[in-house]
């Protein structure tokens, strides 16, 4: 390779001044959206589909700047699609063995390589760089993965400078198990399927680095913002969604035709192709501010409503043909809907004229290839063969994955250092979008709070989530123990059986796996056990969070998490319910102008961990960035108790007694503990409720953050209850009404680890368990029917 | 009940009926459930036996519950899932007693079918009691039992073969894969293969146990192998006759769905009193349990048919049992000797049977009897 006059092939540019109305990474002092990305990068592609042999031909010219302060003298791609080249690749070593075990074939497989890579040299040939490419993996070093391509550059590529490229790739595309490739029946889902490049960041000594990592199990995606223009030839009859505006459609020769999408201001560019689709377009939505939050942010930061404004989107549904029913696609619209009203009242317009809802295929098994993900305007939400009208599916995988236009289409952090930073974010915005949605019924759809509860057994519990009487009873082996009686402690096989039955019956999966078809029938009473319903999201976070226990802190590279679990817990449930925690924390008039100054600076951005705590100090205060810190920082728990003892009232007991004047300090008080378990140290609300001429009085005290020790004490005096009122109830961190209609019940600390202790009452009342105890028992009466059939 | 109720005999003057066609199965199940319902007696105590263990065990369940959520005021307000959750996760494990329970009611159901078939099935008049119900229960257990065992065994087998074989063979097939819709109904109509199948062993399963209850013999192989005979003779008037059930099944399951849980859901509301909801829904697994008893009528009803026909034989039961005595009328000598035996016996005529039935294929289809034929008999 001649190095002569390879100084010319670096075009100069300089970079563009910098503008308000121009991201350029997270800006603390910015105020208002920005009106467009850097655009440091610039593909243009075109790409042909051959379905037959399920195979891509591509070729691609790419522009890229240096936007940082330092030079570099090598490029780095992204080649995801060789993860699934093998089993040996570090996306398969890292998933489990039975996702390995589902390629059947080597068809099933997929690889990308690049057949030409040129940088192309101004007055001069280009200069070929694929000689020098090798494969790297800088996380695990694993001489399989192919997922990062290493590419020397012949000279410096000095700051400011910009380079264009050209390259040619050819792509065997795998079996679309994770979301990318092939489906049956001509369904292609074309995600992270052309070369990418990485992202150069600044490093030391005037050096930049790229960030680009291996294609990890449990990790996505990151790139700059930029421009994309592709051309996309498919055989004649197949239907097109992609990321970006149409502008162009027509005849490509050979029995192909092409279609032209552009697209500014984005990090990706994903498409799908399936001749059986069904193309709904809505032509121009206009989202709804919520006036709520619109006069919190007007009050607030000060904004005008003209300035609050929402623009029309495009909208274009691909229904698979077992969707293609008015009942569906209503479903569908509403969601997008909502997710567009929500996301756009509260974080800024959604910027793009475009969006493409696509419904993915099924797999042999029936299963929805493609899932739910996100892709810059462009959205994959499965839903169920037949979906049920009181589940809230495919709703609650549409806010989600709509949801993630705003938290990483547009913020784009790194997903792979911080995935939280996108799934935490959206799991709560889609929580929260939904339980304020489906709070009315809609009669039409026959979809909303009244009917979406869960099911349980033969019951599928209407009425509000008041009334949803918790998850599935796993009936506890201390009232197995105590109704066997101490015998069971005595059999020798009596623990096997018990955990062999329990891992049988773990899943109640009464048909067998690989059948989701069917699963229409877990509905019939006989069948259905407990459905989990998103009554409300925020159940379900906490319980998974919970459940999971805390192994690592949320901030943390995405693929160094103690495990799956963990991973999943951290960056979606637990940083849902941290986010839900410090909501409830600052309440609606500090959030939500908080959140909505976040994704301001953080839009076009990428914005890192750190942003987000400042913004939380910023703007809740050191109090509320400490909480921030600890629970995403940290592994710190909160637990806060409360004991109450009633000291029996002195009697006539003795001789000394007799006469004398009883101590009314002590004499039938009632002692108030107040334990902090755990490590957070926050203030709380200890509340005590008197019963006072004929109605509770409320006495609420702030056991203060200052107050470190691990224990208070309060003693209420009979005096004091003469004076008051009967105690009948003490609450720590009790039930914030005043917060309910804006984030649903409970106290400020979802995150407490247990909430079975934080409230005592005088009179017992039995109806709750009595309630639950009887859904057990329908339930059991009803699976034991279903077996009956057996019999 | 004295054992000389057991006592079997045979109907040697029966007339060898027509086997039902299509449109005649059709009602057999409904007859079948009709039958159960109209032995209340019978339905209602296999109901509180079958619900009672689940009862007792779940009093444990809900004295650790309330142990927990009793002094809690949380429990009762609108966060009180979240306790439920706490609770859930705190105490882990238990999966297992619902499990148990299936095994539990897999047996008892195993137990009572027989017992079903040998009294309310075999249409004695005047019907047994409880004593006599229980006792046919015990005595034809084991035999019920063994015929249960090949049915779990064809269980497995189906299940595995189409799992690991049969369905990744045909999804496998490119053909399938022409088009979504094609993949996706050939997916659909192997699923529902694969539950016709099963319904099938559970057919087959009913139709063997109720032969060994028929012809009074002991072999579960023996009425097996009869069995998959019978269903190489009748398997359209088989299958149709059991359709009605299983829409019963389906169809009761889903009425009761949007009907009480519309009618019932604010028991479940706020401090609600469940114990109502509770009572008001036992109709739902009453009537499972009532049509599940009826598939067990059904498939003596077709044995007894095919056996008449096959056998030259009544229409109805070949072996009969002889009426339970009255208080003041013991069972003869006769009948007491045959006691036991286990196989078919001819103790006495028909004609000197006064609780034999009438035989013809009319009135082998209502095989129940009436209060009035039996007080025209005893007249």
């Known amino acids: 390779m001649s190095f002569a006059g390879t100084a010319t092939c670096i075009l100069l540019y300089a970079l563009s001044s910098s503008s308000t109305l121009l991201a350029q990474g997270f800006d603390r002092v910015r105020e208002g959206l920005p009106g467009k990305s850097e655009d440091r990068v610039g593909y243009t592609m075109t790409v042909r589909l051959d379905a037959e042999n399920k195979r891509l031909v591509g070729k691609q010219e790419i522009r890229y700047r240096n936007a940082t302060q330092g030079k570099t003298r090598e490029l780095r791609f992204h080649l995801y699609l060789n993860a699934f080249r093998n089993v040996r690749s570090t996306l398969m070593r890292e998933s489990d063995a039975a996702f390995r075990r589902g390629y059947k074939s080597q068809a099933e497989f997929g690889e990308t390589r690049f057949t030409k890579l040129q ?169 709804v501010l919520d006036p709520k939050v619109s006069s919190i942010l007007e009050d607030v930061l000060g904004y005008r409503t003209q300035e609050l404004a929402l623009t029309p989107v495009r909208i274009t549904y691909l229904l698979q043909p077992e969707h293609d029913r008015k009942y569906v696609l209503e479903r569908w619209k509403k969601s997008v809907h909502i997710a567009l009203d929500f996301f756009g009242s509260r974080f800024g317009r959604y910027p793009y004229e ?20 996100e892709y810059p305007t462009l959205i994959t939400c499965g839903s169920p063969r037949f979906p049920h009208p009181r589940q809230l599916s495919p709703e609650g995988v549409t806010v989600h994955e709509f949801g993630h236009q705003f938290w990483f289409a547009l913020s784009g952090n790194n997903e792979f250092e911080s995935a939280w930073l996108d799934e935490g974010f959206n799991s709560w915005s889609e929580g929260r979008a939904l339980d304020l949605a489906y709070r009315s019924y809609d009669k039409k759809l026959g979809v909303g709070a009244p009917l979406v509860t869960r099911a349980y057994g033969p019951w599928i519990f209407p009425g509000p989530p008041a009334a949803s009487l918790g998850p599935l009873p796993k009936l506890d082996k201390v009232a197995i123990r105590r109704l066997v009686g101490k015998a069971a402690a005595y059999i020798p096989w009596y623990d096997k059986l018990d955990g062999a039955l329990g891992r049988w019956n773990g899943e109640l999966r009464l048909l067998p796996k690989g059948m989701p078809e069917l699963d229409v029938l877990t509905y019939l009473p006989v069948l259905g056990n407990e459905r ?111 004991t109450v003892k009633v000291k029996p009232p002195w009697g006539e007991k003795g001789l000394f007694d007799k006469g004398e004047k009883k ?128 019999g | 009940m004295s054992e000389s109720q057991d006592k079997p005999v045979m109907d040697e003057e029966a007339q060898v009926p027509a086997f039902p066609g299509l449109l005649q199965a059709l009602f057999l199940g409904p007859q079948a459930l009709w039958t159960v319902l109209r032995a209340p007696v019978v339905l209602l105590f296999v109901f509180f036996c079958m619900t009672l263990p689940a009862f007792l065990l779940l009093s444990g369940y809900y004295e650790n519950l309330n142990s927990v959520l009793a002094g809690n005021p949380l429990a009762n307000g609108r966060g009180g899932l979240f306790l439920l959750q706490d609770y859930d996760r705190l105490h882990p494990g238990g999966h297992e007693l619902p499990g148990l329970m299936q095994i539990v009611w897999t047996l008892m159901i195993t137990f009572f079918a027989a017992g079903l078939l040998s009294t309310v099935g075999l249409g004695r008049r005047p019907r047994p009691g ?26 497995l087998i189906w299940t595995g073969l189409f799992i690991v074989l049969l369905k990744p063979w045909v999804m496998g097939l490119d053909i399938v894969h022409a088009s979504n819709m094609r993949a996706h109904w050939v997916l659909f109509g192997l699923n529902v293969l694969f539950l016709f199948g099963l319904g099938k062993i559970l057919i087959l399963r009913r139709l063997a146990l109720a032969r060994l209850v028929h012809t009074g013999r002991k072999s579960a192989l023996l009425a097996w192998l009869w069995t998959l005979r ?21 169809g009761g399951a889903l009425g009761a769905v949007y009907g009480l849980d519309a009618l019932l859901a604010r028991y479940f509301e706020q401090d609600s009193r469940p114990a109502y909801f509770m009572l008001a829904a036992q109709v739902f697994p009453l009537f499972y349990l009532a049509v599940n008893l009826a598939s067990f009528l059904l498939a003596r009803h077709l044995v007894a048919m095919d056996t008449a026909i096959r056998e030259g034989g009544a229409a109805e039961p070949r072996v009969v049992f002889a009426p339970e005595p009255s208080k003041t009328e013991p069972a003869t000598s006769v009948e007491k000797d045959a006691v036991g035996s286990g196989d078919v016996v001819s103790a006495k005529p028909a004609e000197a049977n006064p609780d034999v039935r009438p035989s013809s294929s009319e009135e082998a289809l209502a095989w129940e009897w009436t209060p009035e034929d039996s007080a025209k008999k005893e007249g």
């Not at chain 1, 921030?628 to 710190?636: I, N, P, Q, S, V």
């Not at chain 1, 600390?749 to 247990?754: A, G, I, M, T, W």
């Not at chain 2, 019978?230 to 389906?250: D, E, G, K, Q, S």
Request: negative net charge.
């Open chain 1, 119 to 287: 940088l192309l040299v101004k007055d001069g040939d280009p200069v070929d760089l694929l000689g020098g490419l090798r494969y790297e993996a800088p996380e695990d070093g694993n001489a399989d993965d192919r997922t990062v391509a290493v590419v020397p550059l012949p000279v410096d590529f000095d700051p400011g400078t910009e380079i264009l490229l050209k390259s040619e790739f050819d792509v065997d595309l795998p079996k679309a198990y994770r979301r990318t490739g092939w489906g049956p029946g001509n369904f292609f889902m074309m995600a992270q399927w052309f070369p990418k490049l990485g992202v150069l960041q600044d490093a030391d000594a005037g050096l930049s680095s790229w960030n680009c990592h291996q294609f990890h199990a449990s990790t996505e995606f990151f790139a700059d913002f930029g421009s994309y223009d592709v051309r996309i030839e498919v055989p004649a009859g197949f239907k097109v969604g992609a990321t970006g505006k149409q502008i162009e459609e027509g005849p490509a020769g050979e029995g192909y035709v092409f279609h032209h999408f552009v697209q500014k201001d984005v990090h990706d560019f994903a498409w799908v192709a399936d001749p059986d689709y069904s193309v709904y377009v809505e032509d121009a939505y206009q989202p």
């Open chain 1, 354 to 373: 475009t969006l493409t809802v696509v419904d993915p295929t099924r797999d042999e098994d029936g299963r929805g290839l493609g899932g739910g993900m």
């Open chain 1, 532 to 642: 989990l319903m998103p009554t409300s999201a925020l159940y379900g976070d906490r319980a998974g969070f919970l459940r999971a226990g805390i192994k690592d802190p949320v901030d943390r590279f995405a693929w160094t998490y103690a495990d799956r679990p963990s991973y999943r817990s951290n960056s979606y449930s637990r940083t849902s319910t941290n986010l839900a925690t410090l909501e409830r924390f600052l309440g609606p008039k500090v959030w939500t102008p908080l959140m909505r100054r976040f994704h301001e600076r953080a839009r076009f951005a990428h914005p890192k961990p750190g942003d987000f705590y400042r913004t939380v100090e910023e703007m809740g205060g050191v109090e509320a960035g400490r909480l921030a810190r600890d629970l995403f920082l940290t592994t710190k728990s909160l637990d806060y108790s409360v």
């Open chain 1, 663 to 790: 101590d009314t300090e002590v004499n039938g008080a009632t002692e108030i503990t107040v334990y902090r378990k755990g490590q957070i140290v926050v203030p709380v609300t200890v509340r005590f409720v008197y019963w006072k001429d004929g109605a509770p009085v409320n006495e609420d005290v702030v056991w203060k953050a200052a107050q470190h020790a691990p224990w208070q004490r309060w003693v209420v005096s009979l005096a004091d209850q003469a004076k008051k009122g009967e105690l009948i109830q003490v609450y720590v961190d009790p039930p914030r009404t005043d917060l309910e209609p804006w984030f649903g019940p409970g106290g400020v600390y979802l995150v407490d680890q247990n909430l079975l202790n934080n409230a005592w009452q005088k009179t017992p009342n039995q109806r709750p368990a009595k309630r639950r105890a009887t859904r057990a028992l329908l339930w059991t009466q009803c699976l034991s029917n279903f077996f009956g059939v057996m």
């Open chain 2, 130 to 155: 409880l004593t006599g119900f229980l006792s046919e229960s015990g005595r034809l257990f084991f035999r019920s039992f063994r015929t249960l065992i090949p049915s779990l065994i064809l269980i």
């Open chain 2, 230 to 250: 019978y269903w190489m003779r009748h398997p359209f008037v088989t299958i149709t006759a059991y359709i009605p059930l299983f829409l019963l099944f389906a």
